[in-house]
């Protein structure tokens, strides 16, 4: 194999740790080629001694490192070897030299701490807007999650935009606090000549298989289950970012290479590159492939156990409210409907909750015979069920029906006949 992986355990500011680390590796015949978000490429190469420098200067490095190799001239008149770029990020920038002994890079360690924290103090201030924004995002979104917790297990993509909150709020302080810890220990070695080691990144490892486990178990979810409308609406949104921002990231490193862009510049081109290309992406899934993963109205209505045609033998008409909300734990639906003659002669509607675990029925049972305290336990065997509450409302019969998996609101406008509360139970014990 001529190429080889590796996920990056350092942290950025480990730059002694990242130098010693890419030095060994090339002494074994491997060459640091790119970087992917985390993940090293390499390359397969003559084994050999290679130097590397991670730099902190925003701008500037190899212009001076030019500028020292044209004043050390060589016996023969030749210029010292110069260093290389090999990738950079937002963070740091990497070097590299294949002179054993190159001429040393002339920077005080308290310069270069200084540099680490500028960058690190413009990173954490970027991921502090990011990390709020998805915040806010994901508190909407699971906002009633204080209001029916049912009804929002039931919502797979709510149960996903929570565990992505508790996730993100976790490896970001741990991220801090690693930081924090390392900047305080860095400061009093610093004014001495010598570097303060941070810990491995192996927390940010095991965030990464938990994020990629995480999303595998949404896709073989939403194979089962399949989708809704509000992950459709978050899958228009971060796909396209998380592809925008992976192209942006190439874009800058190339950039990088080419000394004719500023820093300045590279940010500015990256962020236009992103945005043009997130929102064409969004557009794209929004008009085309979004139509082919939700299920159309026809198919939502196909899935809804009763409508009046079953029950009374009339023409629907157009179904409203229509929604169906699906998890591992609870099947949620709802449905109302107004007979076709416009007369409203009959008019349905109901909730229906499938609870998937013994102990969410008998929560959620409790939870919903104390909301609707006016209703009254009656005695009617023909809705086939464990146990029957009853209301009348002003123009309508409202019941709430308990089967063994399943809890069921009802409300028309008609006098149910025993055959009609039959047609129902039969279908709520299946």
């Not at 570097?195 to 990464?208: C, D, Q, T, V, Y």
């Amino acid at each position: 194999m001529d190429k080889k992986i590796e996920f990056d355990l350092f942290s950025s500011y480990d730059y002694a740790g990242i130098e010693e680390h890419l030095e060994k590796r090339a002494s074994e015949g491997w060459m640091i080629e790119k970087n992917y978000a985390g993940i090293w490429l390499y390359k397969r190469i003559e084994p050999r001694m290679i130097r590397f420098y991670v730099s902190y200067e925003e701008d500037g490095f190899i212009k001076k490192q030019e500028a020292v190799h044209r004043s050390h001239m060589t016996v023969g008149g030749e210029i010292e070897k110069p260093w290389h770029f090999v990738f950079g990020t937002s963070l740091m920038k990497l070097y590299f030299n294949d002179d054993i002994n190159p001429l040393p890079v002339n920077i005080r360690p308290a310069k270069r701490f200084e540099n680490i924290v500028k960058l690190q103090r413009k990173n954490i201030f970027a991921w502090v807007v990011v990390v709020l924004f998805l915040q806010l995002i994901g508190i909407l979104s699971i906002n009633d999650m204080s209001k029916d917790l049912i009804m929002f297990i039931s919502d797979y993509a709510k149960i996903s935009d929570f565990l992505f909150i508790v996730l993100l709020n976790v490896f970001f302080a741990i991220y801090l606090i690693k930081y924090f810890i390392w900047k305080k220990k860095a400061l009093e070695l610093a004014d001495y000549g010598q570097f303060a080691e941070p810990e491995n990144r192996k927390h940010f490892l095991i965030g990464s298989i938990i994020a990629i486990i995480f999303v595998l178990s949404l896709l073989v979810h939403m194979l089962i289950f399949g989708i809704n409308s509000d992950m459709i609406g978050k899958m228009n949104i971060f796909i396209p970012l998380m592809i925008a921002w992976y192209i942006g990231d190439r874009i800058e490193q190339g950039m990088q290479k080419n000394k004719k862009f500023s820093p300045g510049e590279i940010k500015k081109k990256r962020i236009i590159a992103v945005v043009i290309i997130a929102v064409a992406l969004s557009i794209f899934l929004r008009s085309s492939v979004s139509d082919f993963l939700k299920d159309d109205r026809q198919t939502l209505i196909a899935k809804m156990p009763y409508n009046l045609e079953y029950l009374v033998g009339k023409e629907s008409g157009l179904p409203y409210p229509l929604e169906i909300r699906n998890s591992i734990f609870s099947r949620w639906m709802e449905y109302g409907e107004i007979d076709s003659s416009g007369t409203i002669s009959h008019w349905l509607y109901y909730e229906q909750v499938e609870l998937r675990l013994p102990f969410l029925y008998d929560y959620y049972k409790n939870y919903t015979i104390k909301k609707n305290e006016h209703y009254s336990k009656i005695e009617d065997d023909d809705w086939g069920a464990n146990e029957v509450y009853y209301t009348k409302g002003l123009e309508h019969n409202l019941y709430l029906l308990f089967y063994d998996d399943k809890i069921l609101k009802m409300n028309v406008n008609w006098d149910m006949t025993g055959d009609e509360k039959a047609k129902i139970g039969k279908k709520a014990r299946e």
